[in-house]
């Protein structure tokens, strides 16, 4: 459990370290700040005309898709968006844009949310941006007699590789919430 659980948060971690690295490439036109629906939508409307996409992801950690459902006004939900938001916090498809979470990580030795909660990636077509790999097999190498360290610890060793990329389309942009 202790292995899986440390494997998850590295592979979490890299997944926050490829988004913040794309958003340091994002064009400026592609780049967006407000707090309305029509803010977003502009976006959204620029990116898939720019790129020729026919639909579009956004993608950002729970807390900044929620505050994406909270600039829409609730009676303009379907009952699906409804039921979605009541289970997962985050209505799932808004206008025919497919919303994708990334998983939040928290701060090496803190209790700091690494993520922020204020961005929203906006990507052309049905991506999934970020590719992972898994190269040969896994090995596991256990200690399991004391008399092996000189100070009868015991050890679990545990090695993979893996390769992890992130392909974004052509045209993309960023959308920070304003505070």
Do not use: H
């Not at 700040?33 to 993608?59: F, H, M, W």
Request: charged content about 25%.
């Amino acid at each position: 459990d202790i292995i899986y659980k440390s494997f998850n948060k590295y592979v979490k971690e890299r997944i926050y370290m490829q988004f913040q690295n794309v958003m340091d490439v994002v064009p400026k036109e592609f780049s967006a700040n407000g707090n309305s629906e029509e803010a977003v939508r502009n976006l959204c409307d620029l990116i898939q005309t720019a790129g020729g996409y026919s639909s579009l992801t956004i993608a950002g950690t729970n807390g900044a898709l929620r505050k994406l459902a909270n600039v829409i006004p609730n009676n303009y939900f379907a009952d699906s968006q409804r039921e979605a938001k009541a289970k997962t916090g985050n209505i799932g498809e808004w206008e025919g844009k497919r919303l994708m979470v990334i998983p939040q990580v928290i701060k090496e030795g803190t209790f700091e949310l690494a993520l922020d909660n204020d961005i929203l990636f906006i990507m052309g077509g049905d991506v999934k941006p970020i590719k992972f790999e898994f190269i040969g097999d896994t090995r596991t190498q256990e200690v399991r007699d004391g008399r092996i360290n000189n100070d009868m610890t015991m050890e679990l060793q545990v090695q993979t590789c893996l390769g992890m990329g992130m392909m974004m389309p052509s045209v993309f942009g960023v959308f920070r919430f304003a505070n």
